[in-house]
């Protein structure tokens, strides 16, 4: 794990917060009085060797201010979970990455977010290319109407990563295995890929999205529409992802948080609030709001 530069003191010098009573929840004038300074995030929001270096991130749809002054480092193969209510920006802020926010045309994006050193958002920026290196997996498991082995071999196809069909029939396998579901499928790549249960699909994603060996994988909210076993499984295969990829998710779940990722960050109405070590968010947060999120007295 790359080690991660902190903006305040070491935890020795930090009393560990009393949790509040759960009778007295926080109301919406209190949370309101909570003072979010814009452009300040408490904890360890930056690392000493980042995949993704993004500062005074802004994210406007028209003339709302979707995400307020948001920087962070996204370090090498970590995987790095987002939490905050509905509409707090974490999808939004996920969709920079690949610049998936191209296709609104509202959505205005300034600030500077920096790839290994280069401006993602540069005009000469093949965007193709950027999201063969930062791939994406949905909230709900979108494969193509074609075979199994056609959904994995299609991004390799197009980015002319195979010349011959034994090149083709490699990564097809390799990336089935690497997303658990080589043997499940290996007697059925012919059969439509519509017709696999929903977690089986989603893994199928996963797969289509290694294929073309990527080296940041985005997840939107990727098991909130699986079963408890499905969902296990996807969250083994991000832990052994972790060892090649870097992995950012976005979850509603904060059990889910807590299972898979190295470092969690907490964004409220557009801000980041705070990033810190995970276990350290579920156990002692250093911010009002994030203690008020995490015992569920909003959300």
Sequence with gaps: MNSINSTIPGDATMPEKAPLAVEDPVTEERRETVEIEE????????????KFALRNVEVSYGDTRAIRNISLDIARNEVIAFIGPSGCGKSTFLRCLNRMNDSIDTCRVKGSLMLDGDDI???????????ARVGMVFQKPNPFPKSIYENVAYGPRIHGLANRKSDLDEIVESSLRKAGLWDEVKDRLDATATGMSGGQQQRLCIARAIAVSPE?????????????IATAKVEELIA???????????????????RVSHRTAY???GHLVEVNETNKVFTAPEHELTESYITGRFG
């Design 39 to 50: 452009g300040k995030t408490v904890g360890i929001p930056f690392s000493d060797n980042p």
């Design 121 to 131: 958002y540069d005009p000469r920026r093949d965007v193709v290319e950027l999201r």
């Design 216 to 228: 940041v994988i985005l997840m939107d909210e990727p098991c909130s529409a699986l079963d408890p």
């Design 240 to 258: 052994e992802m972790s060892e090649s990829y870097t992995i950012v998710i976005v979850t509603h779940s904060m059990q889910q948080a807590a």
């Design 267 to 269: 964004f409220h109405l």
